[in-house]
């Protein structure tokens, strides 16, 4: 299974961002999805996950009420939807597939850079 992860850039404080990550090989719809950041200088952090089927997600607090997790099973494709974007989320985002309930990923994405400015 590989992960190819897309949609990050420069956006202004405020603004809006939509990532995408498409996944090759393997079964998607098996498989819990999930988003992380990593900012110089800080650990990573996951973001957001979905259920294979979509029907259960989970959020930190942090990004709680401004990203939307969501999947398209048919085109083997998670998205993380980001608004309300703040300077304090500049990261580079992965997105990674394993076992939501049990909290483990196994398989990442290459990582997409995504830059807030003030």
């Known amino acids: 299974v590989q992960l190819q992860a897309s949609g990050g850039g420069l956006v202004q404080a405020g603004g809006s961002l939509k990532l995408s990550c498409a996944a090759s090989?393997?079964?998607?719809?098996?498989?819990?999805m999930a988003w992380f950041r990593q900012a110089p200088g800080k650990e990573r952090e996951l973001l957001a996950a979905i259920y294979r089927n979509g029907r259960s997600r989970s959020y930190a607090d942090s990004v709680r009420d401004r990203f939307i997790i969501s999947r398209d099973n048919a085109k083997n494709t998670v998205y993380l939807q980001m608004n309300d974007l703040k300077p304090e989320d500049t990261a580079v985002y992965y997105c990674?597939?394993?076992?939501?309930?049990?909290?483990?990923?196994?398989?990442w994405g290459q990582g997409t850079l995504v830059t807030v400015s003030s």
């Open positions: 090989g393997g079964t998607f719809s098996t498989y819990d």
């Open positions: 990674a597939q394993g076992v939501m309930t049990a909290g483990q990923y196994n398989v």
